[in-house]
T-cell receptor, first 114, second 109 residues
């Protein structure tokens, strides 16, 4: 069946540009997570949605980062005025929600800010 | 900070069992031990998880010590496709994942 998909797979942005990264979770999955993975590091949590509600955004590094999931399915991570330190792979994961459910990850979007 | 300690890298001969250790001495009673792996240029992939009993599935076995302070992931017959970074994580199910640096497993032909 279809897994988590993300688009675009690769994005190059000039410093100062705004970008929008899309995540299509597995159909029916209640929970959706965004992670940021710098080169050579493990993924780091950014934010978490349960349906359309953003329950945890403690990992967002600055107010330039904004995420939404207006209808409880597709989610968009937006980064305003991109900086070079924003260069990373952005991973989306979804799960059925509740306890004892694993997260299924998408392939990620590699963002390069020049 | 990650609540687990893993060796940064390990080698294993193809066809042999790969045993990946993990220390989690501060694990709480309601936290599960999860293992994920990340093959190059892919998103992390769930492998297995357990609370206190040993677990086995089609991918691997998970052995958790009686005091739950450490565990071992066992890939019974490693292949070249098992080359990846393996992450040991402790978490309450459904919660965000806090990844550490993981163990980079090299399968040698």
């Amino acid at each position: 069946g279809a897994g988590v998909s993300q688009s675009p797979r690769y994005k190059v942005a000039k410093r100062g540009q705004d970008v929008a990264l899309r995540c299509d979770p597995i159909s029916g999955h209640v929970s959706l997570f965004w992670y940021q993975q710098a080169l050579g590091q493990g993924p780091e949590f950014l934010t978490y949605f349960q349906n359309e509600a953003q329950l945890d955004k403690s990992g967002l590094p600055s107010d330039r980062f904004f995420a939404e999931r207006p209808e409880g399915s597709v989610s968009t991570l937006k980064i305003q005025r991109t900086q070079q330190e924003d260069s990373a792979v952005y991973l989306c994961a979804s799960s059925l929600g509740g306890r004892d459910y694993e997260q299924y990850f998408g392939p990620g979007t590699r963002l390069t800010v020049t | 900070d990650a609540k687990t300690t893993q060796p940064p890298s390990m080698d294993c001969a193809e066809g042999r069992a790969a045993n990946l250790p993990c220390n989690h001495s501060t694990i709480s009673g309601n936290e599960y031990v999860y293992w994920y792996r990340q093959i190059h240029s892919q998103g992390p992939q769930y492998i297995i998880h357990g609370l206190k009993n040993n677990e086995t599935n089609e991918m691997a076995s998970l052995i958790i010590t009686e005091d739950r302070k450490s565990s071992t992931l066992i890939l019974p017959h490693a292949t070249l496709r098992d080359t990846a970074v393996y992450y040991c994580i402790v978490r309450v199910g459904g919660d965000k994942i806090i990844f550490g640096k993981g163990t980079r497993l090299h399968i040698l032909p």
